[in-house]
């Protein structure tokens, strides 16, 4: 999905809602994240045009809350409770999922496979023989 600052933004979310793990004083969420307006997009594996600065989810703690949440690797976080986080800097993406006076974080994310299977409900694929499959 490209991304042009101060362009309007168009995607396919999917909203996770994370619990945070109470680990002494410490909540956990069980993933990391990448990118940032101050980062180099040409180092964030899942950027596919090497130029969107947003921010991604690079790792998920197998069984952690993310995990449970539904949160994969590769996702492009869009909002943090309903904080944008399309043009943010890696800090501050950091300390919006981290604060401690919140125990559950909600996420709008979106991911490939999403605007994979809209863009499949809307555009049919035509087969060889002149049928179309639609995907259900």
């Not at 069980?30 to 594996?45: A, E, R």
């Amino acid at each position: 999905m490209a991304f042009v600052p101060g362009q309007p933004v168009t995607a396919v979310v999917q909203r996770i809602e994370i619990k945070k793990l109470r680990h002494g004083d410490n909540l956990i969420l069980g993933f990391s994240i990448g990118g940032g307006i101050d980062q180099d997009p040409g180092q964030n594996p899942f950027s596919e045009d090497k130029c969107d600065k947003g921010i991604y989810v690079t790792r998920i703690t197998p069984g952690g809350p993310a995990d449970v949440a539904g949160l994969m690797m590769g996702d492009k976080i869009m909002q943090v409770n309903g904080w944008d986080m399309t043009v943010v800097t890696h800090d501050q993406a950091r300390k919006t999922l981290t604060k401690k006076k919140e125990d559950v974080v909600r996420l709008l994310v979106t991911r490939k496979s999403l605007e994979d299977a809209v863009k499949q409900a809307c555009y049919p694929r035509k087969q060889p023989s002149g049928t179309t499959v639609l995907m259900q």
